[in-house]
């Protein structure tokens, strides 16, 4: 695909990132994490598609919330979606950040897609072929999966430029209120290296 916000989006979300600034400043409410969001070959046909998982620094070996972002042009509009799936076996790609020859063999049949954990993006351009991108789900949207047999929902969102990301993702529990993540603002992670 040539050069396109779609293209963009992709490039600035693929990188190692750390908010490591962010929980020096504000360690009560920031823990120290890296992110790993690499690009793997999955969808190609009309899509750009990125393994993510995260972990303390203090506990690199023990990655958590591994999923898939599929990055593509809006069925029915001129913008830009993120659906997001889970990996089936998550453990089997556990670390896969940081070892990504755990992903060669990763096919679309090995996820399951999460209807209502989309996102829609804009764009503006700060300069010429320089974005910022917000995503944010959609009103009716509601991001529920399962998990060790509990059913989680979360809240999705996030800001990107080319070295900065910035994640809105927080739990919600049954009330509506929110319990982990970005309770006191966004995650605001900086890009160590491009994947």
């Known amino acids: 695909m040539s050069f396109s916000p779609l293209t963009a989006l992709a490039e600035y979300l693929a990188g190692e990132f750390d908010n490591s600034s962010q929980a020096i400043a504000d360690p009560a409410w920031y823990v120290h994490l890296r992110m790993w ?3 793997v070959s999955l969808f190609s046909e009309d899509s750009f598609a990125l393994f993510a998982e995260q972990a303390n620094v203090l506990k690199l070996d023990q990655p958590y919330r591994q999923r898939i972002m599929r990055l593509q042009r809006h069925p029915e509009a001129d913008a830009i979606q993120v659906q997001y799936y889970m990996p089936k076996d998550p453990d089997a790609l556990k670390c896969a950040g940081q070892k990504p020859a755990l992903l060669n063999t990763l096919t679309a049949d090995q996820l399951n897609l999460l209807p209502g954990c989309i996102l829609s993006v804009t764009h ?3 300069s010429p072929n320089s974005y910022k991108f917000t ?3 959609p009103p009716e949207a509601r991001c529920c999966f399962s998990y060790s ?3 989680i929902q979360v809240s999705l ?3 990107a430029t080319n070295n900065e990301f910035y994640s809105y993702d927080k739990g919600i529990d049954p009330e509506g209120k929110a319990t982990w993540g970005a309770i006191m603002g966004p995650y605001r992670y900086t890009k160590r290296n491009q994947l």
Do not use: L, V
Request: charged content about 20%.
């Open 149 to 151: 047999g509990n059913i």
């Open 124 to 126: 503006q351009e700060i």
């Open 135 to 137: 995503a944010t789900a």
């Open 37 to 39: 969001q690499r690009p």
């Open 157 to 159: 969102g996030f800001e």
